[in-house]
């Protein structure tokens, strides 16, 4: 289980993905980091931490949602990096991978163990099998917390 809300981590998910696509948009990982001289340490991609880092209270903000954002919107941007890709395969992957991610939120989404690995299984199959096999590394980089890093193992073998 993870220490935010589902709905806190829904909020997560929604705010890597715009800065995520602020950065397909942009073309530079600083865009949100300077939006605000504060914020160039904590909002600019990829971030300094890992999912289990912020969860164990080591990032900065302990607990927001926007830490958690920053780790998804950093192996979104590690993936764009892959030989073969763009930062917009990747949106288009996240793009596919939405509607059956809307279907697990309106399942799931009460359940205790729900967390970032549906979308990332999601996105996985959406990706392709050839794909596959290069992105899971990033993600079980990014989500090494126990909960996403075991559903990672389960779903990339």
């Not at 948009?25 to 600019?44: D, I, M, N, Q, Y």
């Not at 991978?97 to 999601?122: I, V």
Request: glycine share 8%.
């Amino acid at each position: 289980a993870h220490p935010e809300s589902n709905a806190d981590l829904l909020s997560g998910i929604n705010e890597g993905w715009a800065d995520y696509c602020a950065y397909v948009v942009t073309g530079t990982p600083t865009a949100l980091g300077l939006s605000h001289e504060f914020f160039v340490k904590w909002r600019t991609i990829p971030v300094a931490w890992t999912s289990s880092q912020h969860r164990a209270g080591t990032s900065y903000w302990p607990g927001d949602f926007y830490c958690m954002g920053s780790v998804f919107a950093s192996a979104l941007y590690d993936a764009s990096k892959l030989e073969g890709q763009t930062s917009l395969s990747v949106l288009h992957w996240v793009w596919d991978a939405l509607p059956n991610f809307k279907t697990d939120w309106l399942a799931h989404h009460g359940d205790s163990d729900f967390d970032y690995y549906y979308l990332l299984q999601r996105i996985l199959d959406s990706a392709g099998s050839t794909n596959k096999s290069k992105l899971c590394p990033i993600f079980k980089k990014w989500f090494d917390d126990t909960t996403n890093l075991n559903k990672l193992n389960t779903a990339c073998g």
